[in-house]
């Protein structure tokens, strides 16, 4: 039922079956098109036989500026997983993993160091996905997220940084064991 | 740098002195005006002049706003090369001018000039930087060009590729004169050819080479090739070991491959799809690629359909079947989502290969292979989300008897042999969905003859399944269905083990068996797809008490499935047509259709939206806005959005495609309908428009010639109908889609409308009103003549009525004819004989009128198993009444003009030899009578409905149209009993029949706001 490929824009028309779930964010014109006019290998596709999107992912290739290129927090040539969604009828069929591992071609193909996302701490399914992909957390970032999904009596929530090497890391310099131990403010984040 | 909005105003040269530089900071412009005049005449450095004249373009007198522009007339004039940072100043100063004045002509060339001496220095991107962001391609294409030539050796290949891309990009746009359209769509080819030529040819790539190195290098190529180039070059290309689809494949890389399948399917080459589907499968077996890189579903139905078509078939199929052998074998290898893309790629296979080359079976009936297959795949999926949608098509295609066979065995036997409580209810939700499927199926049903034993038959088929009589669907099967799904319903809520297992679900059976008894109950009211010319109401000839009890059903079912989209979807729809906007806008909310969804979705619910219930825009404050502001934004500049960061990211690709979507988005339909429904609501309510249509920043590049196109998005709808037949959005919309003919001529007709309402300022004051009233007339002679040639030219195209409602259709006809009257009448002054055209066309419109009154007033046939209140049939006629109103404005606004007119020339004219013939004022008198009389009519229909509607007794009113009927038959007795059995009861109804009264009273409320003159 599905086929995977590179976004389009004409993408944008057939998004319902993921964008009109509530778990998934929708962007304004100019950020789809910004990934796509910067990193079109880094926005792929899942659609259905009708073209319908029933899921996509969205990535960039970035470096902290060089002004902070001595600076501990600095992070080096690597991808970013900014966006990753499935549509409900197409969850279970492992079309998350495929699209990340797609994205970690792209990542492979343009020299990254490494790949990171960002995920709430207390969301355990997403996290035991990303390991289970090879993913580790790398730091903690106190009160990323100016809300708290599960608990109403917070109003902030950690986010767990969580990285995979990628083939250019060869001395695996860019990941860490006990990542869970390095807390970070959300201003030493760029 | 400091910033105004989008236009960043530039940081003077370091040379100038603080005092001036802080002035100009601050904004403080006598200041500056002065300071920078001092500066130019002590120092005769022309860049003073330029700070002077960019300040005092920033002051409010018309003269000096305007400076600037004339400095930079001169400058383009004076052929020298200008100063960068002159350029910067006037193009920031000039920023407001930007949108009249065509950069193109002026700032572009400038650019251009000035990278021509200047082609190595850094500031040359910039140049063309500015170029693109007012999409002046013939500049940008110069600057370019430039720019490669003076970077030959560079390792930034992106140089050489800006400078093909834009002259692609040029000879394919209307900005490049037809002489040299050819000249530059040849030098973009060739300059890529000779690339293609070099990295064909060299063992190694360099990135100082002029050949094609990078993904985007190779995509660039073959979409110029395909456009400009010869088609067996491509083909050449396509299969080359360096360049081709193959070899990129090889890399990762799937773009190619997947655009050459489209390319080669529009000609016909199917040996090569055939082919090259073949490989890129292949890859995968032989370790080139990762195993099921390419095992998309798309690449498995091209292959088989192409094994179909190529000469030796029987071969070719051969071949499809041990490849996809090869992938079965290794199949548990892969990820779930492929290993069920190879179980489609199976089941396609079956239903495109020849009986004769599938494995036979034994005979049992309709037990084909087919069959067996779609089982097989059933055992697999069953209980996923997507299992319907996977298998319909193929379901749609069995012939009767593997449909019976399909049904009554298989699904039969995969009930029988799962013990399992809940499995079993999903199978049943899903052996539902299925025969609901086969009844909107032809093959289904047989032909019955039309009189038997000479009795005229009332049912032209036989249904194949319970031999009943039937129409298209059986009736009986469906009554059937409504019945046997009420009773899971009712099993899966008495049993507590079952309601505990439905979290953790793909889909709670529940939806899926309300879904087929609402849609079951919609076909047996009768509800006929919206196709165009359309009755007065979609619901007139329906059964309101199926049509409600279908809509009971599924509202009851959004209460525990509120997440469904497809469900949600559906409501809205059919509470649009019921007349409930405002209940319908209460579902549509929380979908939160925002930002860059709303162009393909928001059609969903306000296309229409203002002729339905006009009161929304006076409950919601800024119902549009979102919509509005989602364009502005959007189209705010006339480059394409992000299109310099894919010039800077080098994504060549990403450049064509984002301008084939800007230019699709600024002419969308959905646009046009957001600012047609807008205006007309605003005229509605008396309210103040923001100009005329025409001169809106959306609407200046349309003309009869551009297509506006519809790209409404209704894949969440849940479509339980058959690939033969229309898909459900065609039943539940109020009339015929978005559509080009449409949204053209709701712009001609608010075109229509803005000349009629058009009102000089009140200090206007021509200095020679004899002159002036010529050129007046002249103007709206010109204006008629060209409106009247557009709305005829639309309403003329044989297929025009498919796009319209019959409402619609009135009322475009109305107003072309209108048109012609008004053209008519003004253009032949009392010294020319009287026009007898003028009658004729008054006595058509006055009669196109009288038909549309009488289809609006006429009440809803009697014979139906229920009898709705009188009020029914108002509230399921707004859109009708919508149209008799703005037929009746659109005659009293053409009437008023001409007499008007006329009363001017008199005035102005004491010979009367211009003034208008006293026939022309009598037909526009009769005009004004008619439509004053309608009006008041529909105001004192307004008044009734309101009152009506107010009146005490309506909840058991409705319970007992809806619930109370006493059913001549026993299976209808026996669907009614069901379908208060899913909603719980009549009790449980009687929330839902509250929110349907005021839904209609706020509506008919809405309507007594709206202005009947």
Known sequence: MANFRRFRPEDLNKLSKCNLDPLTETYELGFYLQYYAKWPSLFQVAEDQNGNIIGYIMGKLESSPDVYKFSEHYLPWHAHITAVTVAPEARRLGIGKLLTEQLEVAADANDAFFVDLFVRSTNHKAITFYKSMGYSIYRVVKDYYGDHSSDPTKDTEDAYDMRKPMKRDVKLEHIRENGEKFEVDPNDVW | MSFYGRHPRPALKNSVDVQLQTAFSDGNWPSVIRLADKRFKSLKDPYYEAIKISAESQLDSAAEKCSVLVAIDALVKSKTVPDYDVLELYEWAARDFLEDIDYADTLGPLRARWVKANPKSPLAVQCLQSCLEYWDLVSAQQISATLDKANVNTTDRRYMYWSVLLTFLLSISPQCTENSRKIYSLLALKQLERAADITENSPKVEPTDRGLLTEEEFYLYFRVLRTLGFKEDYLNRLESPKLGALSQLKADRKVLFWESLDVLESWGEWDRIFDLCKQALSLGLDGETPEFYVCDLRIWKKLVAAASKVANEESALEEVQSILNR???????????????????????????????????????????????????????????????????????????????????????????????????????????????????????????????????????????????????????????????????????????????????????????????????????????????????????????????????????????????????????????????????QIWIPMDVKRTIQDALSPLFFDRIGSLSPGLFQSTRGLMDPLRSYYSNSLRDSCPLRIWDAFSAGSYSSILDLTEYDSRLRRSSTLMMTLVEERRATRAFGGKLDGDIEVSPFTEDIGDNTELVNKTDYGSFTNLEGSQGPPIQDFVRLGPDLSNVRSHLSFLTEQYLDLLGFKPPKDYKPAKANEAAIRDRNYIIETLARLNNSLTMFLHKSETPLFLTSAEMTYNTVVSLLSASLLTSISTSRADPVPKAVCAIGSSVRSAFAHLRTSFYTPLPTGSSSSPPDIYSSVINFHTMSYVRDTALAMKYSAAFVISFHEKELARDRTGKSSLHKEVIAEMKALDAVATKALMELKKHVQKMKESLGEGGWLDRMLDWVFGLEEDDEQEDEVAKAVEQVIGGRAEAEEWVSKVLESWREGAKGWGMVRME
């Open chain 2, 327 to 585: 992938f079965i074998a290794i199949k548990d290898k892969a990820n779930a989502m492929y290993r069920k893309n190879i179980s489609l790629a199976l089941l396609e296979t079956t239903f495109r290969f020849p009986a004769t080359l599938l494995t036979p079976s034994p005979d049992h009936g309709g037990l084909t292979p087919r069959v067996i297959q779609i089982g097989l795949f059933l055992e697999n999926y069953y209980d996923r989300l997507a299992a319907f949608d996977d298998v319909k098509d193929y379901v749609s295609q069995l012939s009767f008897e593997e449909a019976k066979a399909f049904t009554e065995i298989v699904l039969s036997k995969m009930l029988e042999e799962n013990s399992d409580k809940t499995k079993r209810v999903i199978l049943k939700a899903l052996e539902y969905k299925i025969r609901y499927l086969l009844t909107t199926c032809p093959q289904t049903l047989s032909h019955h003859p039309s009189v038997v034993d000479g009795e005229e038959q009332a049912k032209p088929y036989r249904c194949r399944f319970c031999s009943k009589l039937a129409s298209l669907p059986c009736e009986h099967c469906l009554k059937q269905m409504i019945v046997e799904a009420a009773d899971t319903h009712k099993q899966i809520a008495n049993d507590a083990e079952i309601k505990d297992a439905i979290p953790k679900l793909d889909r709670d059976p529940r939806l899926d068996l309300s879904l087929v008894i609402g849609n079951a109950l919609l076909k047996l009211a009768g509800l006929k797809p919206q196709t165009g010319d359309i009755a007065p109401s979609p619901l007139r000839d329906v059964d309101s008490g199926l049509f409600l009890r279908a809509v009971v059903v599924l509202d009851s079912q959004l209460k525990e499935t509120p997440s469904d989209t497809g469900l949600r979807l559906l409501l809205v729809k059919l509470y649009l047509l019921l007349g409930c906007a405002s209940y319908a806008q």
